[in-house]
Structures are given as C-alpha cells and as structure tokens.
Nanobody, 114 residues
Framework: VQLVESGGGLVQPGGSLRLSCAAS????????TGWYRQAPEKQRELVAN???????TYADSVEGRFTTPRDNAKDTVYLQMDSLKPEDTAVYYC?????????WGQGTQVTVSS
C-alpha cells in the first residue's frame, strides 16, 4: 500500500488549502486514516483522523477550522484547512492504520506566511 499526498504550498494567513491523500489499495474506507504534522524542532502531532465508521477526531488547535472528508470511491482522504494561521506551518503526513498495519505518506510542506 502506498499513500501519495498532494496539495501543500504557501498560503497567506486566513487562507485555505486542501491536502489530498490517495491510497494505492482499497483501504481508505476500512482503515483509520489520519493527518499528522511536524513543525521544525517539534514532535509529530495528530491533526485529525477519521475512522472506518466515519467518526472524526480533531486536535484542539484545529477544531472548527479543519475537516477531513474522504471519498471511498476514489480511495482518497482529504484535509480541508481553512482560516490558516502561521502556527499551522509544518510538514503534513497522511497515515492509514489498522491493528496490525501502519502506512505513512511522504509528507507535504504547508507554509502559512504573509
């Protein structure tokens, strides 16, 4: 299984970006998929995830600004990021896991700056 991320880039504060994570296998609907981020000199942290049943969890820092919809037919999960802040600047990683398997994407840089 491969996870391929896209959609990162440079955006001004208050702007929006949508990250995509496409899986090579039909796993998005049956795994827990999540987005993590890692800023320079900081630990990787969970941003959001969506479970196979559709329930979601968001970090307090992004609650109300980010959502993580998925398209089962395209085997793709998204991270819609609105009202972006400079502190959202980080490398964002897609993750898909079940109790015995754990897959990661290559990461995509998001920079929020004026």
């Amino acid at each position: 299984v491969q996870l391929v991320e896209s959609g990162g880039g440079l955006v001004q504060p208050g702007g929006s970006l949508r990250l995509s994570c496409a899986a090579s296998g039909s796993i998005i609907s049956i795994y827990t998929t999540g987005w993590y981020r890692q800023a320079p000199e900081k630990q990787r942290e969970l941003v959001a995830n969506i479970r196979s049943g559709g329930s979601t969890t968001y970090a307090d820092s992004v609650e109300g600004r980010f959502t993580t919809p998925r398209d089962n037919a395209k085997d793709t999960v998204y991270l819609q990021m609105d009202s972006l802040k400079p502190e959202d600047t980080a490398v964002y990683y897609c993750n898909a896991r079940n109790p015995i398997q754990d897959y990661w994407g290559q990461g995509t840089q998001v920079t929020v700056s004026s």
